[in-house]
């Protein structure tokens, strides 16, 4: 009997941020057995592999080691024989410049099925992000893709004086290196001097930087601005960006949540042109694993009511009654709330429309309400938190509080906050802490400050920090929105 092979998908993983992901790629990482993954694919991405699947990394760098396609495909073909579906995961769309063909060629060779799941290629993410146009029916009639390294690492394979006749926009990927001869080569071939070149770095992600120029000055622009690859090059007549006059476009903005938490808030900047600067001051703890949880999962149904307090505890909770084999049923008829409404929303992602929310997001004023709402004499409260967060009693009730996570300081890599930082922006109050334990409040006089909200702003003052704005909804929505109405 012919020997029973696993299936094999070429997934595209979009550019990093977990938005920007297709639902049918989400899909198949969350149900499959094994991942093969590059250097591009981020943590962000990372974490929305189901938790049994096996993880691969088959980045060309491996431990100091240069791994050869060769090696790559060999893997790919052995987890066939001991996985059912296996995930070959390569940022933004494998079928551009995503060396896809010698492993789909093998595939082919070796009689394994194989299926192509697109994705979001660099060039639409950074277009999208730095608002550029890449088609237009009066001024560019096409878009050309190029790689500005070629296999041999030369140039001499692209025709110049071809692209520039075509008179549309050319992109090139891989380009950082070469960018000041590519340029040079494209004017030598008839292009205008003029002509208008945007390069986007780390497009939609923590760090993204955007230089808007001439064919003629962006590579010298390049080098002042310390442009490192990912990176791609736009060049066309009418090559500018539409968002360039938003509020937060190449405004610096540093994010001091946890590495996750950080990367979601980077794409929501990053879809404004701004310059997200991840410096993750914390970490979160999932404390769902201990007997104790498990304990309280078992008698959760006796509660009459149960709350959240924040989207990482929704995530955290459900996550772990994956893992014991439970679902949404152990709440039996308890009522649910939850403060905000991000936290609404991922108990939506899980089939709950919870009873009550409070009209303002703090832990305060939800009690406040709740007890003018439901006069809560004897009712049995459940509250599932983080373990740092603040005693809160809900009078007449008899209130218990499990802790799902923790959250614990670490130790940044940012030595100094650079001086260019327009914004920097404290989602809780224990951010402001950790941030404060390594800066001191002189360390950043002249930048503006964002808060999330009064308990946040209360801790920040506590630093002799006023914030020059804080969010009216407390959310990272609400945050953004505070700083594009500043002044
Ligand atoms: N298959 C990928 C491209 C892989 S080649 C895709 O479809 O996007 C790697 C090149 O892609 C990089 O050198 C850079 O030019 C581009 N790239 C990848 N991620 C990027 C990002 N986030 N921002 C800008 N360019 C990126």
């Known amino acids: 009997m012919a020997e029973r092979r696993g299936k094999v998908y070429m997934v595209g993983a979009g550019p990093g941020c977990m938005g920007l992901i297709s639902a049918k790629a ?9 991942v093969l993954y590059d250097r591009l694919i981020g943590k962000e991405i990372l974490n929305l592999i189901g938790q049994n699947a096996e993880l691969v990394y088959v980045g060309k760098e491996h431990k100091g080691d240069v791994r050869t396609q060769e090696e790559i495909n060999k893997i790919l073909i052995d987890k066939t024989s001991r996985h059912k579906v296996v995930v070959r995961l390569k940022g933004g769309d494998p079928m551009i410049f995503g060396r896809a063909t010698e492993e789909i060629k093998s595939l082919i060779e070796n009689k394994i099925k194989f299926e192509i799941v697109p994705g979001i290629t660099a060039i639409t993410s950074a277009a999208a992000c730095a608002g550029i146009i890449l088609t237009d029916r009066n001024t560019a009639s096409s878009v050309t893709l190029v790689t500005g390294q070629t296999a041999e690492g030369r140039l001499t394979k692209i025709d110049f004086p071809s692209l520039v006749k075509l008179n549309g926009t050319i992109v090139f990927y891989m380009t950082v290196e070469n960018m000041k001869l590519i340029c040079q080569k494209l004017v030598k ?24 120029g001439t064919v003629s000055n962006i590579a010298q622009k390049c080098i002042i601005e310390k442009i490192q690859p990912p990176a791609v090059l736009i060049i066309g007549k009418k090559c500018t960006s539409l968002l360039s006059n938003q509020t937060l476009f190449g405004k610096k903005v540093l994010m001091t949540r946890d590495v996750l938490g950080n990367a979601e808030f980077a794409c929501k900047l990053a879809a404004r042109g701004a310059q997200a600067i991840s410096c993750p001051m914390f970490e979160i703890e999932d404390l769902t694993g201990s007997k104790d949880f ?32 439970k679902d949404g049923r152990v709440f039996g008829c308890s009522k649910i709330g939850c403060i905000g409404s991000e936290t609404a929303t991922a108990l939506n992602d899980y089939g709950i429309i919870p009873d009550f929310i409070p009209k303002n997001f703090t832990s305060v004023d939800m009690a406040k309400e709740f007890i003018k709402k439901y006069k809560p004499n004897g009712m049995k409260i459940l509250l599932l938190r983080s373990a740092l967060a603040e005693k809160l009693e809900i ?21 100094k906050i650079d001086e260019n930082v327009d914004w920097i922006t404290f989602g809780s109050s224990f951010a402001v802490k950790c941030f404060f334990e390594k800066f001191r409040p002189e360390d950043i006089q002249n930048r503006k400050i964002a808060s999330i909200g009064p308990v946040t702003t209360e801790t920040l003052k506590k630093y002799s920090v006023k914030p020059a704005v804080e969010a009216k909804e407390h959310t990272i929505d609400g945050l953004i929105e505070s700083m594009e109405n500043s002044k």
Not at 192 to 212: E, F, P, R
Not at 299 to 325: E, R
């Open 395 to 415: 009078k007449g009730a008899v209130t218990e509080t499990a802790a799902i996570y923790t959250a614990k300081k670490i130790e940044s890599s940012f030595s």
């Open 294 to 325: 498990k304990h309280v999962v078992e008698k959760i149904k006796n509660y009459d009511w149960v709350f959240f307090t924040s989207p990482t505890g929704v995530k955290l909770f459900f996550k772990s009654l994956k893992k014991l084999k």
């Open 26 to 34: 989400l899909h198949i990482l969350q149900h499959c057995d094994c």
């Open 189 to 212: 071939a008839g292009m205008k001097a003029d002509t208008g070149a945007i390069i986007v770095a780390n497009a939609s992600l923590a760090n993204q930087k955007i230089v808007i």
